[in-house]
Antibody, heavy 121, light 110 residues
Framework: QVQLQESGPGLVKPSQTLSLTCTVS??????????WSWIRQHPGKGLEWIGY???????YYNPSLKSRLTISIDIFKNYFSLELISVTAADTAVYYC?????????????WGQGTLVTVSS | QSVVTQPPSVSGTPGQRITISCSGS????????VFWYQQLPETAPKLLIY???QRPSGVPGRFSGSKSATSASLVISGLRSEDEGDYYC???????????FGGGTKLTVL
């Protein structure tokens, strides 16, 4: 059974960097069969796709976040990570990681439970 | 305002059949597969329908998806109280070059 687990600080100060990790079990992310995505949900709002990473390090980002975003992968430790710089209160959200079936479609078949990140001083 | 629009809420009684719509344009629904996600209270979203009308293993046959031109629909038959939650459609947009979610529809089972 594939499982994903987000981890990272729950509180980040404005202008600083938000860093999260998604640890994957039950699947080897280095196999290259899937992509690995981050998705967020602002409090009481809908879902926003952030971006994905492939096993070889290739990425594709939401254009609205691209200038502040880095998603990376460690196939040996079986996790992938998100870094979002220069955060503001608008980045407060629940962040989910998900297994992504790739190409262009928003086809996420396994999700983490999500982690709330609050941006506040 | 979402590029892909859903009604904010729908409601129904147990056993009833309800439809949740998802409206877009030729640059998204009209030219891409539609996916549906169910988010029950305080849980992560779950894939419900993929590629317009395909159900993942384990999703009951009460849930079905369809698409016509630039609109898609999720139908839930035999509504149950445990279906109460939020439902999102999702699609690739060729013009914005991004994966988009609809604004979500809150389903209330009366």
């Amino acid at each position: 059974q594939v499982q994903l687990q987000e981890s990272g600080p729950g509180l980040v100060k404005p202008s600083q960097t938000l860093s999260l990790t998604c640890t994957v079990s039950g699947d080897a992310i280095g196999r290259g069969d899937f992509y690995w995505s981050w998705i967020r949900q602002h409090p009481g709002k809908g879902l926003e796709w952030i971006g994905y990473v492939y096993h070889n390090g290739n990425t594709y980002y939401n254009p609205s976040l691209k200038s502040r975003l880095t998603i990376s992968i460690d196939i040996f430790k079986n996790y992938f990570s998100l870094e979002l710089i220069s955060v503001t209160a608008a980045d407060t959200a629940v962040y989910y990681c998900a297994r992504d079936n790739g190409d262009y479609n928003p086809y996420f078949d396994y999700w983490g439970q999500g982690t709330l990140v609050t941006v506040s001083s | 305002q979402s590029v892909v629009t859903q009604p904010p809420s729908v409601s129904g009684t147990p056993g009833q059949r309800i439809t949740i719509s998802c409206s877009g344009s030729s640059s998204n629904i009209g030219s891409s597969y539609v996916f549906w996600y169910q988010q029950l209270p305080e849980t992560a979203p779950k894939l419900l329908i993929y590629r317009d009308n395909q159900r993942p293993s384990g999703v009951p046959g009460r849930f079905s998806g369809s698409k016509s031109a630039t609109s898609a629909s999720l139908v839930i038959s035999g509504l149950r109280s445990e279906d109460e939650g939020d439902y999102y459609c999702a699609v690739w947009d060729h013009s914005l070059v991004v994966r988009l979610f609809g604004g979500g529809t809150k389903l209330t089972v009366l």
